[in-house]
């Protein structure tokens, strides 16, 4: 194991890749539960043992990529990285998960 090991993401982007065109019902109906109904559609989901286990469940139709939030205010743009990590201020994470708001 490496001495410098970086935290866990605590949000997935995940877009879907490959068509579920084939594939069993029940991986269609986990698709729909992540909100992935067309090609390169991108949801965004916290990372949690429910949403991993549907994920690990698809792996072969989706691509994950963590969400690192920028620290400073920047153009409200969502930038993907090289290393395509998605990049999004605090601000575009509320809009997409409201109930933080009531804390």
Request: glycine residues 6%; aromatic residues 2%; charged residues 20%.
């Amino acid at each position: 194991m490496s001495a410098l090991r970086t935290l866990p993401h605590k949000i997935h982007a995940v877009r879907l890749v490959r068509s579920p065109i084939g594939q069993s019902r029940d991986m269609r109906k986990t698709l729909e539960l992540l909100n992935l109904t067309r090609l390169h559609q991108v949801a965004f989901h916290k990372n949690t043992p429910t949403v991993n286990g549907m994920l690990n469940k698809v792996v072969h139709l989706v691509e994950v990529s963590p969400v690192v939030f920028q620290s400073e205010k920047g153009d409200g743009e969502a930038k993907i990285t090289s290393g395509g990590q998605v990049t999004v201020t605090e601000e575009q994470l509320l809009a997409l998960f409201p109930e933080k708001n009531d804390a």
